[in-house]
């Protein structure tokens, strides 16, 4: 959503953080891909790129990547980082802007995985829904999907809902970030199973805070057949 991109084109200007990927993609990766014999041959896109972290990651173990982000500042940091590291022949691509529009300029069977940490939520449920199409023609057949996403009770997702299961925080890790949707158990099929996919793995992580509060995120992990 427009607003979101603006709202997260002003923190990354205003904030140096997210340089390391989250563990889960850690596993991910490693899982479906450490054993590929040749790894520039392996493409992988991940949408809500951000600074870079999770590309960075991937591309450090030998992985081309392509990444797609709102933010102009979050994608200049990325390939400055990526250049500073001698990684820039890991980069088949970069793009600033909506994703859900990027994506048409993206040849269709042509990435081995797509990764979503914390992005998709920024939309609303039907336009997850037709971004997630979109990935999954951007996917060659066997390919793999990882979405982390906010699941329902996170600190600061209680409050009064402006759309299918999305508010505006006023608490919580998401407080002023602007349209956040969560995703309860029941809307993962929904959301995510398409005529050309399945899941192949759901797990659910929380960190409790001192507060009492938690935040609760789903691992969602599909594959195109």
């Known amino acids: 959503m ?3 991109i603006q709202i997260w084109e002003e923190i990354f200007q205003n904030n140096e953080w997210g340089k390391y990927p989250a563990v889960a993609v850690i ?3 490693a899982k479906n891909f450490y054993s590929a014999k040749n790894r520039k ?3 992988i896109l991940e949408i809500g790129s951000g600074t870079g972290a999770n590309l960075w990651f991937c591309a450090r173990e030998g992985f081309s990547v392509y990444g797609i982000d709102g933010s102009q500042t979050a994608v200049e940091r990325m390939l400055y980082r990526f250049n500073e590291e001698d990684l820039s022949d890991k980069i088949i691509g970069s793009s600033v802007g909506d994703y859900y529009k990027k994506l048409d300029d993206i040849d269709d069977n042509s990435f081995d995985a797509i990764i979503d940490v914390e992005s998709l939520y920024c939309n609303s449920f039907d336009k997850s829904r037709e971004i997630i199409k979109k990935s999954f023609d951007k996917l060659k057949i066997d390919g793999v999907m990882f979405s982390l996403t906010f699941a329902d009770g996170t600190y600061g997702l209680d ?5 299918y299961h999305a508010l505006l925080p006023s608490s ?7 349209y956040t949707r969560y995703t309860t158990e029941e809307d993962i099929e929904k959301l995510y199973k ?3 996919n399945e899941v192949i793995n759901i797990e659910r992580q929380e960190l409790h805070l001192n507060n009492g509060k938690a935040i609760k995120e789903w691992i969602i992990e599909l594959k195109k057949v």
């Not at 409050?159 to 759309?163: A, F, S, T, V």
């Not at 919580?172 to 602007?178: A, E, H, I, L, R």
């Open 2 to 4: 427009q607003d979101n």
């Open 172 to 178: 919580g890790p998401m407080s002023g970030k602007g």
């Open 27 to 29: 596993k991910f990766i």
């Open 41 to 43: 041959e392996i493409k």
């Open 194 to 196: 398409l005529n050309n």
């Open 159 to 163: 409050g009064e809902n402006i759309d």
